[in-house]
């Protein structure tokens, strides 16, 4: 579970008894060395091998400085429980119940070298502790992993339709203003997408499936060009309404005649949106795209 942020770790874990003296601070310490202190106690069921459970999580380094989650990812993990990892980690994990957060300390040895199995990083003391703190928030059958997945996957949905409506409304003023301080009067499609046709074609306008030729030069409203079909053999074919291409192109190339030449202004969140791309294309970027329809070569029925 990846772009709602969510991170799917299929793991396993195994269990130590926990026991413990009590430190300075408040962590006690098991057998093993694992420093914990518990925050918050639940009252729900332990993860049993064959559970998956969802754990909210973030780790630091000793200097605080947060490794995950990422900046703008989510702190939501989902583990499956097992016998066949071993670390601190998993033996924390494993001590916990449903409702439970705690804070755990471990040497970053352990986490890298027996959990994760590969070297400290080198900005990383190793003889240094890593602090976690753990949220156990479900202990899940298979079955009920399913529906949870769902549930997460519409939730993420829901997030990223109401990013893109927030977003679409600040592009259409942004190009509403562009528009008006350079006096250009453009159309306006249901979608968003502003649109100049500069020179009316007499040709056929395509249809969904039909293969298109386009001439193109792309830029940015500030007039920086990120990409040209000029530096290139051929003009840009490729098959319309068939997701090949952003959405923006999909849809502003079918309003044209073969022959057609228009400029097109496209909100990001129909073209590259919150990733961008490259180096010249920022996250939530507006596009503008001078086009040519040069040729519309019909689908075979």
Not at 91 to 102: A, L
Not at 160 to 180: F, G, H, P, R, V
């Amino acid at each position: 579970m990846k772009k709602l942020g969510i991170h799917l770790f299929i793991c396993a874990v195994v269990g130590l008894t926990a026991c413990g003296q009590q430190s300075e601070d408040g962590f006690e310490t098991t057998d093993s060395g694992l420093q914990y202190k518990y925050i918050k106690e639940g009252s729900g069921e332990k993860p049993d091998t064959g559970k998956i459970i969802a754990i909210n999580m973030q780790w630091k380094t000793a200097d605080d400085s947060v490794k995950f989650p990422a900046p703008g990812q989510e702190s939501l993990a989902v583990l499956k429980i097992d016998s066949t990892n071993a670390g601190m980690i998993y033996e924390g994990i494993k001590m916990m119940k449903e409702g439970d957060s705690v804070t755990f300390r471990i040497p970053a040895k352990d986490f890298f070298g027996t959990t994760l199995m590969t070297p400290v990083p080198t900005e990383i003391d190793s003889a240094s502790n890593l602090t976690f703190d753990i949220g156990l928030t479900d202990v899940m059958s298979e079955e009920d992993f399913q529906t949870f997945r769902m549930e997460q996957m519409k939730k993420q949905q829901e997030q990223m339709l109401a990013m893109q409506s927030e977003q679409m409304t600040e592009d259409s003023a942004t190009i509403t203003n562009y528009l008006k301080e350079n006096n250009i009067d453009a159309q306006t499609t249901d979608s968003g997408i502003r649109y100049v046709i500069t020179k009316k074609g007499k040709g056929i306008q395509p249809s969904t499936g039909d293969t298109v030729v386009v001439k193109y030069t792309g830029k940015l409203l500030d007039g920086k060009v990120f990409d040209t079909s000029e530096d290139k053999p051929a003009p840009l074919s490729f098959p319309i309404g068939q997701g090949m291409v952003i959405p923006g192109w999909d849809e502003g190339i079918a309003l044209l005649n073969k022959g057609s030449k228009a400029t097109l202004y496209v909100p990001s969140p129909l073209a590259y949106g919150p990733r961008g791309a490259g180096q010249d294309i920022a996250p939530n970027s507006v596009l503008v795209f001078d086009v040519e329809l040069v040729d519309v070569k019909p689908a075979k029925k």
